[in-house]
């Protein structure tokens, strides 16, 4: 076996699990909790979003991912393949892929920066939130919440293509 394919695949699946298990888990019940419980959570999420790596783990992983899901897509087709159903699998599963992380990276990354901006401006002010940074994060995590459902959508899509694809690689 290739030693170099081994690698990328070992890169690939390891940090796709870390970055789809992350998106499931913070979109499906983090995020979910945190609206249930609501103004107790805020803490939590400031930190665990802003102050914590969570976003910055998921950024890393989605670009590992990706940069081993293609190399080894070059390395199988040299090109964009829609030769056998393998290659179809494969396809489909990169573009669910990468369409998931420049979901991810504009639209979770992008609007959890204009929170951290938003709450920046709040604490430096030393008051409450005023009515238009009320909006503006209430905005904010419209756009999360679509973005993370999309995300959602995405990843799952991404899976059932690579899955796909094993069966007909053997």
Known sequence: MNTTMV???LI????GVLWAGGSYI???FISVSAKEVGDESKAFMQHFSLKGNFVNAMVVSGILTVLAGLTMYWILFRGISFSSSTSIALTLGAI???LAFINGYIGL???TDKMKKVVGEIRAGGGPPSPEQIARIASIQEGLAKAGATQ???ITLSLIGMT????FIL
């Open 7 to 9: 690698v990328l695949r």
């Open 12 to 15: 690939h699946i390891l940090f």
């Open 26 to 28: 913070m979109t499906g």
């Open 96 to 98: 669910f892929g990468l």
């Open 109 to 111: 990354k992008g609007n």
């Open 152 to 154: 959602i959508v995405l």
């Open 164 to 167: 796909l694809s094993e069966r």
